[in-house]
């Protein structure tokens, strides 16, 4: 579906990475495949450093910490927040909504809005389309939105199919309104019929974990995961997204009647660089275009990764002027959204560590 | 078919592959490789095939002529 937005601006973004970093170099002897398979795994897809939680934090641990910053910092003020909408598919709890944990834990007002979206890799185009339709309201006028996943807690480390391309991250994105802004278009698609290509099987009430999901067996290619561990069907994945992702990004701008080079910068979710580079060779954008680089640096931390790649890529541009922009998010659901706006002046943009 | 066996080398690892190759006999025929193919098919012949389509062949020259039947031969992933 096609949705419309007037008069809605990203004010600021902060990305909040856990300090410890892993390197898939370091990591090859944990999966049961040859290492010069590896290599050439790591050199397709572009893998090297990420970064993944030390111990058990939980994604409240990770935007408390940003929140935090921003506060002391004076950027964002407690009272102004309206609402708290929180993206994650690693809550701390299945109840209270870690939006409310959150909330509490950083004495926030009672007169607010607080809710939880389970999504991933569409997880920033999911949550600021609520954002937005949430500033509707006139009580409501500054949304926060979280995206936050410590999702490494959740795959394999003998899963050579998930583990070196997994990141845990936090973002917190601002968004207000603006009586001058252009209109932001963008369009949605679902297909829960594919739900399987992505999923954690048990854990959940329809197969409890128990002594036996816990057990780590061998797949066909010799991955080693459990019933309770993270399982993504690789190439059904990268099919989707080449399927799917060109027409949907071509749809984008011809409802808005824009020309695609007059589009400063593509920033789509980051599986990993070579289906990025896949999708930009399909669409006939220009690598300078469309940041890759965030599993490489970071890892994939799914509705985190857009703006990671903004900060990472394009904060001088975002901060001191505006940029066109489409960004692009794609997977778990199946979800995948898009979305054209002018990006910045932001208040601000950054990255800190965690902790 | 030449430029096809060469890419599949490349896939493969190999200073060269033939057609009567039998896919399971390379030490590199894995899940990266299959998926290399199937990337391949989709810049190529504009093709979209899943993993267990292309399982399905047992030589290169099976795989060729699957692949070049292009868009449509089999379902999508």
Redesign the interface.
């Known amino acids: 579906m096609n949705l419309v937005f007037g008069q809605r601006r990203i004010e600021g973004l902060l990305a909040v990475l856990p300090s410890n970093e892993r390197r898939f170099i370091d990591e090859m002897e944990q999966f049961d495949f040859p290492i010069e398979r590896s290599i050439k795994l790591k050199e397709m897809m572009g893998y090297d450093k990420h970064r993944i939680v030390d111990g058990p934090v939980c994604v409240s641990d990770l935007a408390v910490h940003g929140f935090e910053h921003l506060f002391a910092a004076g950027t964002l003020r407690k009272d102004d927040i309206d609402a708290l909408v929180l993206v994650t598919q690693s809550p701390d709890y299945f109840m209270p909504p870690t939006s409310s944990v959150i909330q509490g834990r950083l004495g926030l007002k009672h007169d607010m809005f607080c809710m939880d979206i389970n999504q991933g890799c569409a997880g920033f185009l999911i949550g600021l389309i609520q954002a937005f339709m949430l500033l509707d309201q006139p009580a409501i006028r500054k949304v926060v939105l979280v995206n936050a996943d410590v999702l490494s807690r959740k795959v394999s480390s003998r899963d050579r199919n998930s583990y070196p391309l997994i990141g845990d991250a936090a973002s917190i994105t601002v968004v207000g309104r603006a009586d001058d802004a252009m209109p932001i278009h963008a369009n949605l698609k679902m297909d829960g019929t594919r739900r399987d290509a992505l999923i954690i099987p048990a854990g959940g009430f329809r197969e409890p974990s128990g002594p036996a999901t816990c057990i780590r067996e061998a797949d066909a290619e010799g991955n080693l995961r459990s019933r309770d561990d993270l399982v993504m069907n690789g190439s059904a994945v990268f099919n989707f997204v080449q399927v799917e992702v060109p027409p949907m990004i071509a749809a984008l701008l011809e409802t808005a009647q824009v020309d695609k080079d007059a589009v400063d910068a593509f920033v789509f979710h980051q599986p990993n660089r070579f289906m990025l580079q896949k999708l930009a060779d399909k669409m006939k954008i220009p690598y300078a275009k469309m940041p890759s680089n965030i599993v490489e640096h970071f890892g994939n931390s799914s509705g985190v990764t857009i703006p990671l790649a903004l900060a990472f890529n394009l904060r001088d541009r975002i901060l001191g002027g505006t940029l066109t922009t489409v960004l692009g998010g794609f997977g778990v659901g199946l979800t995948w959204s898009s979305m054209l706006l002018r990006l910045g002046p932001l208040d601000f943009c950054d990255m800190i560590e965690y902790p | 078919m030449d430029e096809f066996l060469k890419e599949m080398a490349d896939i493969l690892?190999e200073e060269s592959v033939n057609e009567s190759d039998r896919l399971e006999d390379f030490?590199?025929w894995?899940?990266?490789a299959?998926?290399?193919v199937?990337?391949m098919a989709?810049?190529r012949y504009n093709a979209?095939?899943?993993?267990q389509d292309i399982k399905g062949a047992a030589t290169l020259r099976d795989l060729h002529e699957l692949l070049s039947k292009g868009a449509g031969a089999a379902g999508?992933?």
């Not at chain 2, 979209?48 to 993993?51: L, P, T, V, Y």
């Open positions: 690892d030490a590199a894995d899940s990266l299959i998926l290399s199937i990337s989709d810049s979209i095939f899943s993993a999508a992933g």
